[in-house]
Each structure stands twice: as C-alpha cells, then as structure tokens.
C-alpha cells in the first residue's frame, strides 16, 4: 500500500530556510516513471505545485519559486527533501508530499497525482 | 503561461441533483494532462479523475469527466452527501508546467 508522510517544523521564522522531508513507502523512487512533487496551500486558498524530483533525479521548479527551492531524493530512506530558504510570513501552508506517476495507456501519456501525504502545517512567523 | 479558471467559485446544489462543475484554460490543454481533484476540509486532496476522463482506482461512477482544448467539465451525476467538498482541475505539460485552478466548492444547498 502507497503511502506518504511529511514531515518538518511547524514554525518558522521569517528569512530561514525551511527543511521539509517526504518519507514514503509502497513504491521506489528508482523505479522508472515514479516521482514525487511537493504541493502547497495557503489557508483558506488553492494548491500551488512547488517541484518534482523522478526516478532518473530530473528535477522540476517552479517558475516563480525556483531560486528559492532545492528538491533532493535519498533512495535508499525512500525520502524525499525539498528546502526553501528565506522564508517569508506569505509561505505559511499546509504542505504536501504525492506521488507522481506517468502512465503510459495505449498512444497516450497520462500525468497525475495519485497518493498524497495528509500535509504538515507551516507557520512562518517571529 | 495556462491559467485554469474555473466556474462557479461555489455550488449550491441538494443531495440527489446533478453538478457540473467547470474548468477553462487559457490555451489549448492536451486532454491526456488534465487531472480532478476532490478536496474535502481537513484532508489532502483526493485523485478523481486523470487524462480529462478516467476514473482513478476507486472513484465511484457517479463522477465522470469530459472535454478537450479549452474547456473541461466534472459531472457528479447525483450528488452524495459526501460528494460536497472543493473540486480543483489541473494541467500538466505546459508552462507553467503544472497549475491548479482555483477550486468549486460544492455545498449542500
């Protein structure tokens, strides 16, 4: 059974560097098509996908984020670190981990989000 | 860069009736990359519906998806009371390469 956890700090000060791990189970990030994406949500407000890291260690950023984020994968914890520095009191959310898949169905490549963590909260606050 | 919108921010609908729930881009969205949601308040998001049409593993008949290009619908053929929760819509493969919508919220009227 696919499963994921975040975990981290709930608070934050303003200018610090967040550290954020993804531990997972049920699945290997060696295997080919797998990733895991973080995704965030401000209280009360959409989701926002922050980065992707594949099986192959391809990495993705967000556009408007990308300076600020690094995502790196330990195989062999099935762990999944994303951190992002100089926190500001506008990247207070929920954060989540989900497993990224590719599907391959027929001609057609399928992109989802399949298993998500429950999220941890992060304040970012003095 | 794709902007999903989607429409109507909030649903009004009794138990038993039908919603259909709305989500437009700002250009043309391959079909196989548009994914639905379903987020309940407390709760990670749930996967509904991938390749514009496809029930995830799990998801009732009762939701079903349509569309192509611009516009792509999720249909709840008769609502649950679990059912009421916020839907989001969200596209792969185009800068940016991911983005959510902003989310219906369907309420029980």
């Known amino acids: 059974q696919v499963a994921l956890k975040e975990s981290g700090p709930a608070l934050v000060e303003p200018t610090q560097t967040l550290t954020l791990t993804c531990t997972f189970s049920?699945?290997?990030?060696?295997?080919?098509?797998?990733?895991v994406s973080w995704i965030r949500q401000p209280p009360g407000k959409a989701l926002e996908w922050l980065a992707r890291?594949?099986?192959?260690?391809?990495?993705l950023y967000s556009t408007s984020l990308k300076t600020r984020l690094t995502i790196s994968k330990d195989t062999s914890k099935n762990q999944v670190v994303l951190t992002m520095t100089n926190m500001d009191p506008v990247d207070t959310a929920t954060y989540y981990c989900?497993?990224?898949?590719?599907?391959?169905?027929?001609?057609?490549?399928?992109?989802?989000?399949?298993?998500w963590g429950k999220g941890t909260t992060v304040t970012v606050s003095s | 860069e794709i902007v999903l919108t989607q429409s109507p921010g909030t649903l009004s609908l009794f138990p038993g009736e039908r919603a259909t729930l709305s989500c437009r881009a700002s250009?043309?969205?391959?079909?196989?990359?548009l994914v639905w949601y379903q987020q309940k308040p407390g709760q990670a998001p749930r996967l509904l519906i991938y390749?514009?049409?496809i029930r995830a593993t799990g998801i009732p008949d009762r939701f079903s998806g349509s569309g192509s290009r611009t516009d792509f619908t999720l249909t709840i053929s008769r609502l649950e009371p679990e059912d009421f929760a916020v839907y989001y819509c969200?596209?792969?493969?185009?800068?940016?390469?991911?983005?959510f919508g902003q989310g219906t919220k369907l309420e029980i009227k």
């Open positions: 890291i594949g099986w192959d260690d391809d990495k």
């Open positions: 390749g514009a049409s």
């Open positions: 049920g699945f290997s990030l060696s295997t080919s098509a797998m990733r």
């Open positions: 989900a497993r990224d898949v590719v599907y391959i169905g027929g001609y057609y490549y399928y992109y989802y989000m399949d298993v």
């Open positions: 250009q043309s969205v391959s079909s196989s990359y």
């Open positions: 969200q596209q792969y493969g185009s800068s940016p390469l991911y983005s």
